[in-house]
């Protein structure tokens, strides 16, 4: 037991019996220069915090500097100084550390800057979805999609309908198959669309598209002139693929193992795109989903070999929690997205 611990202990004997054990395990905390004992009951009223000193501490943290910060908050030095000493009063921590060429943050700065971050991108977020109701807008669906279906098909549909709907927003998310289950079964999203070899237990799912992939590869490479392959015959080949996570490289992965062979990848991206221009530098080739390769990339030279596997055509789903429970507006999007005449099945079933 340290000094300040058996002192606290001391002290506490001598107040009352029953309050050592409390006493006891206080911590000690090194807060604006000072020691004190701090017990764990002792907390920060959060009613003590305003967002305006939160936005003026996060302009210091991301410029590195009090003046800088005082220039892009249109406010005066002054003033800048005064919010930083009433964050130091509220937390009792020193948050800042003044050096010659601006300010570091402490330990206390770098937490309080990460809460900071999260309570003031809510408070955003809450003023403009009141700021969309203050103008009329009736709803807002939350959509999370994989890249195969922003590429190739949501942009149209999405025009299509945000056309007959003027009053809903439709708020649409880039994420991994594998993390749009996850966000629609939370509650993050209303309705995903994601891949067929992503598993999905309990979401009620509806075929929103079929696709077809296809093996890219640049011009004088020695499949060019090849129309259709397997794509066991391509292994012995650099890949370019999607970074870890994305279904169409667990696809590709999948298809290796069956073939009881290992996937070469020599680069990973995040983005189509990104495949496409380092399959054009002649760094591998790739597999993408055929409509998602835009045209201008042919005139580059690359080329379109279809693959014979079956599992290189693919099933989109989307999908939601409970249809039943869908906020009007959400589920008018469910069901235009498996509409018949978008050439999908829109029956319900479950699993994954």
């Not at 003046?67 to 800048?80: I, P």
């Not at 403009?128 to 103008?135: G, K, P, R």
């Not at 799912?205 to 015959?233: N, P, Q, S």
């Not at 009007?328 to 319900?348: I, K, N, Q, W």
Request: glycine share 8%; hydrophobic share 45%.
């Amino acid at each position: 037991m340290g000094r300040a611990e058996r002192g606290a202990f001391a002290f506490g004997a001598r107040l009352c019996p029953q309050t050592v054990v409390r006493v006891a395990s206080a911590r000690v905390y090194a807060t604006r220069g000072k020691n004190r004992e701090t017990s764990l009951f002792d907390m920060i009223n959060p009613s003590h915090f305003d967002l305006q000193s939160l936005r003026v501490f996060h302009l210091v943290a991301e410029h590195g500097s009090l003046t800088k910060a005082a220039e892009h908050g249109g406010l005066t030095l002054s003033a800048v100084s005064k919010r930083i000493s009433d964050l130091e009063s509220v937390t009792d921590c020193i948050l800042l550390i003044r050096r010659a060429r601006g300010v570091e943050l402490t330990a206390a700065g770098r937490g309080l800057h990460e809460h900071a971050l999260r309570v003031l991108d809510q408070v955003n977020s809450m003023a403009n979805e009141m700021s969309d109701y203050a103008i009329g807008v009736r709803g807002h669906v939350r959509v999370w999609a994989n890249t195969s279906a922003i590429v190739q098909f949501l942009p149209d549909d999405l025009a299509c309908f945000l056309d007959a709907n003027r009053g809903v927003k439709v708020s649409l998310e880039e994420r991994l198959s594998g993390e749009i289950v996850d966000a629609v079964a939370s509650g993050k999203a209303e309705l995903g669309i994601f891949a067929d070899n992503v598993p999905a237990p309990g979401l009620e799912r509806r075929l929103y598209r079929r696709d077809k992939l296809v093996l890219i590869v640049a011009e004088g490479h020695r499949f060019a002139k090849r129309d259709t392959m397997a794509f066991a015959e391509t292994l012995d080949e650099d890949y370019v693929g999607l970074n870890a996570g994305s279904s169409l490289l667990m696809r590709m992965r999948d298809a290796a193992i069956a073939a009881e062979r290992p996937l070469k990848l020599r680069i990973q991206v995040s983005s189509f795109d990104g495949i496409c221009r380092m399959i054009e530098a002649g760094l591998g080739i790739g597999v993408l989903p055929e409509k998602a390769v835009r045209t201008e990339s042919f005139d580059s030279g690359l080329h379109l070999i279809n693959l014979s596997d079956a599992w290189a055509h693919r099933t989109l789903w989307v999908g939601a929690s409970d249809a039943e429970m869908l906020a009007p507006e959400a589920a008018r999007l469910f069901d235009f997205l498996s509409r018949p005449d978008g050439g999908t099945d829109s029956t319900p079933s479950l699993g994954g």
